[in-house]
């Protein structure tokens, strides 16, 4: 079992920027897809941004031309980098792979961004 810890979450400014990184523990991580999730309250989660095995991203339209995943294989992290931050980017930020069968979900890292 792969243990997921993602970290990077604070408080951002409209206009900001923020770099979140996801370290996914015990694994074949360079062989797997790798995505970020975000949840609001009351919503359920939705994707973000998510990257193949060989590097190829994907991003929702919501954060397209602002969000850049990346990874390190070598130190079997994915991150997030956030551009441009708005307001409706405040969210509980997640990482998991891109097989329809997760991981069990870490513990998130909450990103606020004030206008």
């Known amino acids: 079992q792969v243990r997921l810890v993602e970290s990077g979450g604070g408080l951002g400014q409209a206009g900001g920027s923020l770099v979140l990184a996801c370290i996914g523990d015990?694994?074949?991580?360079?062989?797997?897809?790798w995505g970020w999730w975000r949840q609001t309250p009351g919503n359920q989660r939705e994707p973000v941004a998510r990257?193949?095995?060989?590097?190829?991203?994907d991003y929702a339209d919501s954060v397209k031309g602002r969000f850049i995943i990346s990874r390190d294989n070598a130190k079997s992290t994915v991150y997030l980098r956030m551009n441009s931050l708005k307001p409706d980017d405040t969210a509980v930020y997640y990482c998991?792979?891109?097989?329809?069968?997760?991981?069990?979900w870490g513990q998130g890292t909450r990103v606020t961004v004030s206008s």
């Open positions: 990257i193949t095995s060989d590097g190829k991203p």
């Open positions: 015990g694994g074949i991580f360079n062989m797997r897809g």
């Open positions: 998991n792979t891109n097989s329809p069968v997760k991981f069990n």
